[in-house]
């Protein structure tokens, strides 16, 4: 195809990310995009500019599917649609990307696996931590063996609070699938594909103790946990960890990320110097690698270029036919180590991944 036609389905934050990314996509263009709600479609209408005009608008996603008009769609509804919408969007031959994470509970990730899986069309999940490029250079040195054997995987986020999302849906767990789902899938998805192994256990201790307490939407009062520490035990013997704090603002690095194996240890850290820390244990050297953001990156946005890479290579996979490189199994497992977590944390106990279908 010599153009491909693409949909916008939830034109929010992340949405209109998305179609800020979208048009600086050499042979894409944006044709549709639907909202239930007309103050995210207006900005929709913002970030498209002059070329709003040539697009689309749809209250109803299920209208966009059948007008025709995409060949292929990005779902950045909120959380709590996926399933609903992506049950639409499977049942049709349109490629997706769907925002992370796939969805708020294992029981419809585990559907949507199954859905995802009886048709030829790709569908994407967006996990675009994986494409930052201080991030993306440190899993490329794990790969290469030069650490040894990996045995720990540490990550740190220390941040700002959630921000104020369209109606205050990501206020409430439910609609969410929990901070440790929301927020944190992008970091289980990190761990497993360094490690390289299933998640088998996990224990967490966490808690909501500063943030949100006094916000109350309807008489009911805001449940979002805003810190917790986290360890993943996987069945090849290696352990991560997540210890996240989402008010400490005040920090130098919002992400510090350190893997260590037998014979060194990687750490690079964002916003960061732009660099990956590579130390041998034999002479006790460090050497730093640049990982700058690539310059072919024509929209850097919210997270450093990797959500303008994920939506570009999208694109080029849905034109040349290539599998998604981030699937629904990726989507599955990491949204499956959020929910251990909060069991974990809700019942005091480590909990095993077996005790989720996650087959």
């Not at 490329?140 to 700002?160: A, T, Y």
């Not at 979002?224 to 090849?236: F, K, P, T």
């Amino acid at each position: 195809m010599s153009e491909l036609r693409l949909g916008v389905i939830g034109t929010g934050m992340m949405g209109c990310e998305h179609i800020r990314n979208l048009l600086a996509v050499d042979a894409a263009v944006i044709t549709a995009v639907s909202d239930p709600n007309e103050v995210p479609l207006g900005w929709a209408r913002d970030n498209l500019g002059d070329r709003a005009a040539e697009v689309s608008f749809f209250r109803d996603h299920r209208d966009l599917l059948a007008s025709g008009a995409v060949d292929a769609v990005i779902v950045a509804s909120p959380n709590h649609t996926h399933a609903s919408v992506l049950a639409d969007v499977l049942s049709s031959d349109v490629p997706v990307l769907v925002e992370k994470p796939l969805c708020t509970t294992v029981e419809d990730c585990v559907t949507v696996t199954r859905l995802a899986a009886a048709r030829s069309a790709i569908t994407w999940v967006g996990l675009e931590y994986r494409y930052m490029a201080p991030i993306a250079a440190l899993l490329d040195v794990v790969r290469s063996g030069e650490l040894g054997d990996l045995k720990m995987f540490s990550i740190r986020e220390h941040r700002f609070p959630f921000l104020v999302k369209v109606d205050n849906w990501n206020r409430f767990s439910r609609n969410t699938g929990g901070t440790l789902v929301e927020k944190c899938c992008h970091f289980f998805d990190l761990m497993n594909l360094a490690v390289g192994g299933r998640p088998s256990r996990v224990y967490a201790s966490g808690g909501q103790d500063v943030n949100h307490l006094d916000e109350f939407y309807d008489g009911e009062r805001s449940d979002i946990l805003d810190n917790a520490y986290v360890i993943v035990d996987y069945d090849n013997g290696v352990r991560a960890s997540l210890d996240l704090c989402m008010f400490a603002e005040g920090g130098r690095n919002e992400q510090e990320i350190v893997a260590v194996g037998s014979r060194g240890k990687v750490e690079t850290a964002l916003p960061g110097d732009g660099h990956v820390h590579v130390g041998n244990r034999a002479d006790r050297t460090v050497r730093s690698v640049p990982a700058a953001m690539d310059t072919s990156v024509a929209h850097a946005g919210f997270h450093f270029g990797a959500s303008y890479v994920e939506v570009a290579r999208f694109c080029e996979a849905v034109r040349h036919g290539a599998p998604a490189e981030v699937g629904v199994s990726d989507g599955l497992w990491s949204v499956a180590v959020g929910a251990a977590a909060h069991r974990s944390i809700a019942e005091g106990r480590p909990v095993m991944l077996s005790e989720f279908d996650v087959g």
